[in-house]
């Protein structure tokens, strides 16, 4: 940084708006054809199940305080895509 006299700062400014839609267009496109965004959701619903199965008595206090403070969500969310 120079703050010798006469050397006055300048704004600069960038507009990435461009950028993030080409960088959102290769992911889709990376995707490819096959992609089922409901089986993905799905997917990622039966394993938040499996994460949270199986706890013993002070697990289940720790996972209900949990979701009482909105830290995590409940087991029924009741999110469209788990029909």
């Given at each position: 940084m120079n703050d010798s006299p006469g050397h006055e700062p300048v704004a600069f400014s960038i507009d990435l708006t461009l950028?993030?839609?080409?960088?959102?267009?290769?992911?889709?496109a990376a995707m490819g054809d096959d992609w089922d965004p409901l089986a993905v959701l799905r997917s990622e619903?039966?394993?938040?199940?499996l994460l949270y199965s199986g706890l013993d008595a002070e697990q289940e206090r720790t996972y209900a305080m949990l979701v009482e403070a909105g830290v995590l969500p409940g087991r029924d969310t009741?999110?469209?895509?788990?029909h």
């Open positions: 950028e993030e839609s080409r960088r959102r267009a290769s992911v889709v619903d039966e394993a938040y199940r009741g999110d469209a895509a788990s």
